[in-house]
């Protein structure tokens, strides 16, 4: 009874528009004041959370995808991909893909690869010829790669959470983005193909793909000093980020396409973002602290194992309350959130924690293009000038590939295990 009054709290919190990371951390405070703790122990929390090497990754990722957003970066990587695939039936979208899991690897941010990519390839998908939903609903999708190909926010967030290693939960989520942005690239084709209406373009020149890749080689070479340092075990997850800011600072002004003006502006925008994802850290981590008091995480696992022994059905009945939940929630609420409460119950169902940081952020990611707090929808809109509605109508299929991926994660575990476990 306890538990459910505590979980009604909150759902009347979210419900009436109080900010999550505020609803999340004035009603961990109220819970410890009801127990009798000192509140001293409110801030000592909350700095020992903040107080995170690892977490440190967080503003330096975003940074240098503010900084890359800045420099335009976006537009050399999608003009390298078009002079290799334009000229396939659907290759403009094949390029959006490929270009959206490239600045995926660099970024590890969902809304700055939508943006990225899709400030620069709306214009030219519709000046094609391809139809204007299908292209809103590509770049949407396109974009939630962003937290799933590593470096992804969310799972340094989950690794924080949960105290599992970042790069292996880097190499976990290899498998299942190249998978993803596969399907999604396949899919583009076969649309194109059976009259998604698309304009034939003629095979570019080599002198046109040798100077397109020649500008983007220095983005390219960026992710693999990124990703490459962390798989290397030369750098920590936090120092590759600082490494990979420095270079994009290096890139841009290099190529003379950044200037003060824009370094504040990047600069403030990661800002704005570390800021709400701290806040939201911090308010969960109050949360937290004060349901694991009430034995709240404690009893829904036995609840959860008592009444539900195959881990089977346990996926099932998790998949399908994330689903409910990103209706109304964003990705890092719903990560810090119910990774708590949900992860206590993993051992005793003999659940892979690394793989069920993949399974749960593919189901994040699906939130992200579903209404109505779909955040890539909005960010799509933003860019393209749209109606929400053209959005949501090119996102479901995309929507539905995820969640067939979710499916197949559970049926085939090596496609998240086999990179860090077996290979």
């Known amino acids: 009874m306890e538990a459910f009054l505590i979980l009604l709290a909150l759902v009347l919190l979210l419900v009436l528009r109080v900010p999550v990371a505020f609803a ?8 410890l004041y009801l127990k009798g703790l000192p509140m001293i122990g409110v801030p000592q929390r909350i700095y ?12 330096l990722f975003l940074l240098m995808s503010n900084v890359l957003l800045k420099g335009g970066v976006g537009k050399d990587l999608f003009a390298a991909v078009q002079s290799w695939v334009g000229h396939w039936p659907g290759g403009l979208g094949a390029a959006t ?5 490239l600045f995926a690897a660099i970024s590890g941010s969902s809304v700055a690869t939508a943006a990225t990519i899709g400030t620069v390839a709306i214009p030219e998908m519709t000046r094609r010829g391809y139809d204007r939903p299908f292209v809103l609903g590509m770049l949407a999708a396109g974009g939630t790669l962003g937290i799933l ?3 992804s926010i969310p799972l340094i967030i989950y690794g924080i959470i ?21 399907v999604f690239l396949v899919y583009g084709v ?12 003629a095979r570019a020149a080599w002198a046109e793909r040798r100077s397109a890749s020649l500008m983007a080689l220095p983005t390219v070479l960026l992710a693999v000093v990124v990703i490459g340092s962390i798989y290397a075990g030369i750098a920590t997850p936090s120092e590759s980020a600082g490494i990979g800011f ?46 694991t008091l009430y034995l709240i995480p404690q009893s829904i696992s036995q609840a959860l194992t008592a009444s539900i022994s195959d881990p089977g059905l346990f996926i099932l009945a998790v998949g399908g309350v ?40 593919v189901l994040i990611e699906t939130a992200l293009i579903t209404p109505p707090v779909g955040l890539n929808l909005f960010v799509i809109q933003a860019v393209a000038r749209s109606r929400i509605e053209e959005v949501v109508k090119g996102a479901w299929p995309f929507a539905l590939m995820m969640l067939a991926t979710a499916v197949l994660l559970w049926f085939w575990q090596d496609l998240a295990l086999f990179i860090p476990f077996r290979l």
């Open 24 to 31: 999340l951390g004035s009603l961990g405070i109220v819970l």
């Open 48 to 59: 020992g959370t903040l107080d995170s090497f690892e977490l440190l990754a967080v503003p």
């Open 97 to 101: 893909i490929i270009s959206c899991a």
């Open 149 to 151: 190909i590593p470096p």
């Open 162 to 182: 949960t105290e599992e290693s970042i790069p292996t939960l880097f190499l976990a989520g290899v498998g299942p983005g190249l998978f993803l942005a596969s």
């Open 190 to 201: 076969v649309y194109a193909k059976l009259g998604g209406g698309y304009i034939p373009v």
């Open 246 to 291: 420095a270079m994009a600072l290096a890139i841009t002004f290099a190529m003379r396409r950044m200037t003060w003006a824009k370094l504040c502006e990047a600069t403030y925008g990661a800002m704005k973002t570390t800021v709400m994802i701290f806040l939201i850290v911090a308010g969960a981590k109050v949360f937290s602290y004060a349901i």
């Open 322 to 361: 994330l689903l409910f939940i990103g209706f109304f929630l964003e990705a890092l609420s719903m990560l810090l959130i119910m990774v708590p409460v949900l992860f206590p119950a993993l051992e005793a169902m003999g659940i892979s924690p690394i793989w069920f940081g993949i399974f749960f952020v």
